[in-house]
Structures are given as structure tokens and as C-alpha cells.
């Protein structure tokens, strides 16, 4: 009975919501300008898009650079996040694909402070081991929770000689 109690009082995992997983990926990205690590954390909230997208990056920086740089480590500090703090959050569910979303931000200043940032659900593979929160080093990311797909802009290509 008390376990009964117990999981009705759990708390549903960021991610369940687009913008929680928003939130989520803000705040990772906000504390990894004290703990690099957090940089990887963000990276997770991700969907196949964005991270692509970091993979084709971080496989050019890595030639440039001699040596091999991970997709997170491309995440430059403030660039991919918001240029001003979401006072306010929207949510749009695409009704013809529910596994698509949009969430408006609202800054303080709305007519000015405002961005729109895609996100996904991810589905679950029924063949993944689903891991319990006790072996969880960190709640993200959760199978099929809602991922962040920013507009990115496209990789640039490699200068053909």
C-alpha cells in the first residue's frame, strides 16, 4: 500500500512536456558555465536532428583540430541559447502529428523577446532496458520524453580542393 502512495507522489520527469524539456535543456546550459559536465547534459536533451547536426561539427572541428571533439564540446557557451530570459512559455501541439511541438518564449518584452524552438517526442524501443531512477546518474534522458530540435543552421561543408 504505501508503494501505492509512494509512485502516485512521484513527479513526472522534465522531459514529459516540451517545455519542460525546454526548461530543462536552459538550465543545463545555464550551469555549464560553472561545470563543463552539464554542456554534455544539454547535449542529451537533444533530438536526432540537433545532434546530428553537432556530430557533422564536431567531426570537422576535430579535423581542424588534429584531435577528436565531441558533439557537446561544440556547444560554445551562450551561442545556441536564448539572448534573453523566457518569462513565459506556450505550447503547440501539431494535431495532425502529436509527437511534434512548438514552444513559443515569451521574454519580459514580448514584441521584442520572443522565440519559437521545435521539439520532439521520442518514441520507446521496446527492446531498450528500461533503467530504473536508482541507476540513473542523471534523469535525462527519459525514453520517450520530448527532445529540443533547435533551428540550427545547416553544417557548413568542407572546402573541396
Avoid: I
Avoid at 102 to 122: F, I, K, Y
Amino acid at each position: 500500500m504505501l508503494s501505492g502512495l509512494l509512485a502516485g507522489c512521484s513527479r513526472p520527469a522534465p522531459d514529459a512536456t516540451p517545455d519542460g524539456a525546454l526548461r530543462a535543456w536552459l538550465e543545463k546550459m545555464e550551469a555549464a558555465e560553472d561545470d563543463p559536465a552539464e554542456m554534455r547534459a544539454a547535449y542529451e536533451l537533444f533530438g536526432p536532428r540537433a545532434k546530428k547536426n553537432l556530430a557533422e561539427r564536431a567531426e570537422r572541428a576535430g579535423r581542424a583540430e588534429g584531435r577528436k571533439v565531441e558533439p557537446w564540446e561544440v556547444l560554445a557557451e551562450g551561442r545556441f541559447g536564448l539572448k534573453f530570459r523566457p518569462q513565459r512559455m506556450t505550447v503547440t501541439v501539431d494535431p495532425k502529428s502529436p509527437d511534434e511541438a512548438v514552444v513559443a518564449v515569451l521574454g519580459a518584452d514580448p514584441n521584442v523577446e520572443r522565440a519559437l524552438v521545435h521539439c520532439d517526442r521520442q518514441p520507446v524501443d521496446p527492446q531498450a532496458p528500461r533503467p530504473t531512477p536508482a541507476r540513473r546518474a542523471d534523469p535525462f534522458p527519459t525514453p520517450g520524453g520530448w527532445r529540443v530540435e533547435p533551428d540550427f543552421p545547416a553544417a557548413p561543408k568542407p572546402h573541396e580542393r
